[in-house]
């Protein structure tokens, strides 16, 4: 039994609500062309923090007490969770610990410490991460708020295809997100699945960082090792819990190159004006690999995160 379902999401949106952006459905004509499908895109780089991971921060941390609050909250993060945190922490008056890996694009760490984030630089391993973190946990009697691999993580991530599709208000044949951590395509997988019958479930992921193909594949989990992507947010091993969840649920795994993850960024830019890291442009990238898969269909597809280092652009 899944110990995440889709009452727990829609409570997750009621607790979350007045603390995130009811971000925007877009399309585009020409980008539907070229797939030869019909596009939705929700635009979740628009989203407090510039990224989904609002939602999952904010609905763990407002489920805390006040005891737990007082001695704060800490995790590990590429970037993006880490922003979430310490905003949702800074909401309630806690302090948040943030473990980020030294090769975390700049513009991701600069926005943790304007949040009020209190930065630790550890070496770029799942393991220097998950030990630096555990020390500060056991220094401090902070709260562990995993960047995916919670119910509340998951829960919260959920809430966005809650509001996609009834911002759409009609049935999706196929809905894409990326997967790195897992929380947002597993989430996306129980709401999904729940709100529209016969909806396919699809994880979009670097071919150079495919632990979630791989154990999707093979049915047993197993971890990132030496990950090799501009994806950043899209590094992480894919929890253990999530990776339950998209065994179940999801349908399948896409990987895509980084060269097309690229091509794809530089059409939701050019076309849809629109900036968008490499990780949410991955899902674009692998409905154009694929168009006889997708031709007709109606495809929502979620833009994940929009915080791009402006002085390291991959072309």
């Known amino acids: ?13 009621l607790r979350i609500k007045a603390h995130v952006h009811q971000t925007p459905v877009m399309r585009s004509e020409r980008l539907n062309q070229l797939a030869a499908c019909q596009l939705f895109f929700k635009c979740e780089h628009l989203q407090k923090c510039g990224a989904f991971k609002a ?24 970037g993006n969770h880490g922003a979430a ?62 960047p995916y691999d919670s119910a509340e993580i998951i829960a919260g991530q959920g809430t966005t295809v809650l509001e996609f599709l ?3 208000g009609s049935q999706l044949d196929v809905l894409i997100t990326p997967v790195g951590g897992g929380g947002l395509l597993a989430g996306s997988a129980i709401a999904g699945r729940a709100e529209c019958p016969g909806l396919q479930v699809i994880g979009a992921e670097p071919s150079g960082a495919d632990d979630a193909f791989r154990s999707f594949q093979s049915g047993i989990w197993q971890a990132q090792t030496n990950p090799d992507t501009l994806c950043d947010g899209l590094r992480a091993s894919t ?4 990776h339950q969840v998209i065994q179940a649920m999801v349908d399948d795994i896409i990987r895509v190159d980084d060269a097309d993850t690229v091509a794809a ?3 939701i830019w050019t076309r ?44």
Request: contains cysteine; charged residues 20%.
């Open 1 to 13: 039994m899944l110990k995440v379902t889709v009452e727990d999401i829609r409570d997750a949106a």
């Open 55 to 78: 939602r999952g921060a904010h609905n763990a941390v407002l489920q805390l007490s006040e005891q737990q609050l007082a001695c704060g909250v800490a995790t590990h993060s590429s």
């Open 85 to 146: 945190l310490a905003l949702a922490a800074s909401r309630v008056g806690a302090t948040a610990y943030i473990v980020i890996p030294e090769n975390a694009p700049t513009v991701k760490a600069d926005a943790v410490a304007a949040y009020g984030g209190q930065i630790s630089y550890c070496t770029p391993t799942l393991e220097a991460r998950e030990q630096s973190v555990a020390k500060i946990v056991d220094k401090t009697g902070a709260v562990l708020i995993p």
């Open 166 to 168: 009834e911002q759409i």
């Open 239 to 242: 929890g253990q819990l999530n």
């Open 265 to 267: 960024m530089r059409l």
């Open 272 to 315: 849809m004006k629109q900036l968008v890291e490499p990780s949410a442009a991955v899902a674009l990238a692998a409905v154009l690999k694929h168009p006889e898969r997708f031709s007709g269909l109606r495809v929502g597809i979620i833009l994940s995160g929009g915080n791009v280092d402006l002085d390291a652009l991959p072309w």
